[in-house]
């Protein structure tokens, strides 16, 4: 089982859609959450953080349920723009003291006119 | 101020040779990791370093990788000798410190070895 889990898509929309993606960490000890985004043929590059009592920035919204270790990202109004594949990112530590980032496969979006 | 620079870009080589790929991470950042990246697999941590120092290789696949930090603007992956299961993105990322969380990626090295 994969550390990080995600539903690949892809995800089709139309502009002006709602649509949530979900991601769930099997580690109960990771700490801090995190959705990036990637283009196509780019880097990663961080989106947003997610904090326990969910947290807006603009058009999304992410949310975390660690009874569930369950993370959601809800994008509303969706522009062509926001087509990419959205990453699922938990920060757990290691038994080297130091944390590490693990990533999900990532969700793919894509956003028609 | 410059992100972090990866080269090359592009590698096409064949079985059996060696792959050098080269990373410089943002300036005044201390922690620098290696990531492979696979339509299977992912993005898979490979090594980290912490002032240049390894901290953890656990995710290099084989002996046949390895990495290197001479100094703090400067780091190498390495394989030799490669092989057709090695084609992946490459990416390489700094961050400020360890432990914090917005981790910058390079443009990534896209290699393909036939």
């Known amino acids: 089982r994969k550390e990080v889990e995600q539903d690949p898509g892809p995800f089709n929309v139309p502009e002006g859609a709602t649509v949530a993606f979900n991601c769930t960490y099997s580690?109960?000890?990771?700490?801090?959450f995190f959705w990036y985004r990637q283009d196509c043929r780019k880097e990663p590059k961080l989106l947003m953080s997610?904090?326990?009592s969910g947290n807006e920035d603009g058009r999304f919204t992410a949310q975390l349920n660690r009874a569930s270790q369950y993370i959601s990202l809800l994008i509303r109004d969706s522009k062509l723009s926001d087509s990419a594949t959205y990453l699922c990112v938990v920060n757990r530590p290691t038994n080297t003291g130091f944390q590490k980032l693990v990533f999900g496969t990532g969700t793919r979006l894509l956003v028609s006119p | 101020d410059a992100g972090v620079i990866q080269s090359p870009r592009h590698e096409v080589t064949e079985m059996g040779q060696e792959v050098t790929l080269r990373c410089k991470p943002i300036s005044g950042h201390n922690s620098l990791f290696w990531y492979r990246q696979t339509m299977m697999r992912g993005l898979e941590l490979l090594i980290y370093f912490n002032n240049n120092v390894p901290i953890d290789d656990s995710g290099m696949p084989e002996d046949r990788f390895s990495a290197k930090m001479p100094n703090a603007s400067f780091s190498t992956l390495k394989i030799q000798p490669s092989e057709p299961r090695d084609s992946a993105v490459y990416f390489c990322?700094?961050?400020?410190?360890?432990?914090?969380?917005?981790?910058?990626f390079g443009p990534g090295t896209r290699l393909t070895v036939l």
């Open positions: 580690n109960s000890a990771s700490q801090s």
């Open positions: 990322a700094s961050t400020r410190e360890l432990g914090h969380n917005e981790q910058f």
């Open positions: 997610v904090y326990s």
